[in-house]
C-alpha cells in the first residue's frame, strides 16, 4: 500500500524557516518524480515545487523561487522541502504528491498534508 | 487568477447528470498536454479521479468520465450521489504542474 506522511509543519514568524519532510512507503520510489502542492486556507490547489526520480531536475512556482529548496533522499526514500524567508502568503496545507511517472504526469497518490503557518 | 478556469460551483439532484469544464489555452491543455480531475472532499487530501483526460484510477466508479478537446476539459459525473459532493479541481502541464481554481459541486 502506497502511504506518504508529512512531518515539519507549524508556526513560524515571517522571515523564518522550516524544513518539511515526506516519508514514502509502498512504492519504488527512486522511479517516480515527486511534488509538494499547497492549499491555503479556503482556497484551491497550488503546485509548488517538484523534483525528478534521480533528483537531478528541480522545479518551482515562480513566488518560491529562491526561497525554497526541495531535495529527496532515495536512500531513506524521504521527500524535504525547505523553507526560508517564509511569508504570510506561504500559509498553507502542504500536500506531498507522488507522479506516476515523470513531473507532468497525474498526482496519483497524496500524503494527508501539513500545516505550515506564517504570522508574527 | 489560476491558468486554467473551471467555474466557482455546479450543482445538480441525485440521480442527475452534472458536467465541470475546465479551459486551457494553447501552451497547456492546446499544447497536447494530459488533463488530470481530482476529487477533495472537505478536510481531506486530494484523489485522483481521472488521469490522461479520460482514463479512472482503479477503483473510482465509472460514473464519472472526462473528456478533452481542443483547449478544454470536461469531467461528466452521472447518478449524483451525496457523496460525490466535493471540491473538483482539474490540472495539466505549462512549464510546470497548473491546477484548475476548483468548481464546488453541492447535491441538492
Known amino acids: 500500500e502506497v502511504q506518504m506522511l508529512e512531518s515539519g509543519g507549524g508556526l513560524v514568524q515571517p522571515g523564518g524557516s522550516l524544513r518539511l519532510s515526506c516519508a514514502a512507503s509502498g512504492f519504488t520510489f527512486s522511479i517516480y518524480a515527486m511534488s509538494w502542492v499547497r492549499q491555503a486556507p479556503g482556497k484551491g490547489l497550488e503546485w509548488v515545487s517538484g523534483?525528478?526520480?534521480?533528483?537531478?531536475?528541480?522545479y518551482y512556482t515562480d513566488s518560491v523561487k529562491g526561497r525554497f529548496t526541495i531535495s529527496r533522499d532515495n536512500s531513506k526514500n524521504t521527500l524535504h522541502l525547505q523553507m526560508n524567508n517564509l511569508r504570510a502568503e506561504d500559509t498553507a496545507i502542504y500536500y506531498c504528491?507522488?507522479?506516476?511517472?515523470?513531473?507532468?504526469?497525474?498526482?496519483?497518490?497524496w500524503g494527508q498534508g501539513t500545516l505550515v503557518t506564517v504570522s508574527s | 487568477q489560476s491558468v486554467l478556469t473551471q467555474p466557482p460551483s455546479v450543482s445538480g439532484a441525485p440521480g442527475q447528470r452534472v458536467t465541470i469544464s475546465c479551459t486551457g489555452t494553447?501552451?497547456?491543455?492546446?499544447?497536447?498536454?494530459?488533463v488530470q480531475w481530482y476529487q477533495q472532499v472537505p478536510g481531506t487530501a486530494p484523489k485522483l479521479l481521472i488521469y490522461?483526460?479520460?482514463n479512472r484510477p482503479s477503483g473510482v466508479p465509472d460514473r464519472f468520465s472526462g473528456s478533452k478537446s481542443g483547449t478544454s476539459a470536461s469531467l461528466a459525473i452521472t447518478g449524483l450521489q451525496t457523496e460525490d459532493e466535493a471540491d473538483y479541481y482539474c490540472q495539466s502541464y505549462d512549464s510546470s504542474p497548473v491546477f484548475g481554481g476548483g468548481t464546488k459541486l453541492t447535491v441538492l
Open positions: 523534483i525528478s526520480g534521480g533528483g537531478s531536475t528541480t
Open positions: 494553447s501552451s497547456n491543455i492546446g499544447a497536447g498536454y494530459d
Open positions: 490522461g483526460n479520460s
Open positions: 504528491a507522488k507522479s506516476s511517472g515523470g513531473i507532468a504526469e497525474a498526482q496519483d497518490y
